[in-house]
């Protein structure tokens, strides 16, 4: 989503709108993934949590609202995937576990309407990394919620081949580049993640949160040279 758009949809998604302007068709699918993905844009560095935990809250009902409107189509899943997955990274770990089956899931949904699709491939490279990242005794956590067969499928060597997989269908995209940077971390591959790292700092701005990344990328930069 580009940068104007998902500003527009987050002014729309906490109704801000001033009168005079267009009324938007709140119940669009295409309204509705703009809504989720704009409120999940807006959250993500939001440092009130309460506010955060709002506009995720937004998002993840305007993604399963878009989900129910057009089940066979792979944005509103990778939506609701994105929206329950970035809402659990600011939790703790057991809630962080529980749903991450359902991230899971709804990016697996995504996949199977649209193998190519950088955005789930993304989700579920993030999810391997997630899962490896765990200690001895959330991993045992993790059975427990995930059941034995879905967290045995969780490997770095997934994390690494989803996300290069992402970025390679999605070149310009950072946040691909980031996550993807720091996998490579996670694998001692320093040189690998540089690349990633340099290559952000050269990248313009387009999304709404490309700032930031790049402030991100540049820290973790800094820390390996």
Known sequence: MKLVSAVVAAMLTIGRLGHGQVAAD???YAWLLEAAHAAVDSGEFEPNEARRKALYKNAEQYARRAVAANPTDAEGHFELAR???RNALSMGTRDR???AAEVREQALDALKANPKHAGALHVMGVWNAEVMRLNGLSRMIAKTFLGGK???EASWDNAVRDLEEAVALDPNRITHRLDLGEVYEDRD???KAIEEYEWIARAPVIEFNDA?????????LRGLR
């Open 26 to 28: 709140t119940n669009s």
């Open 83 to 85: 929206a329950i997955g």
């Open 97 to 99: 576990i529980k749903f």
């Open 150 to 152: 879905v967290f045995g």
């Open 189 to 191: 591959r320093k040189d």
């Open 212 to 220: 930031k990344y790049k402030e991100q990328a540049a820290r973790r």
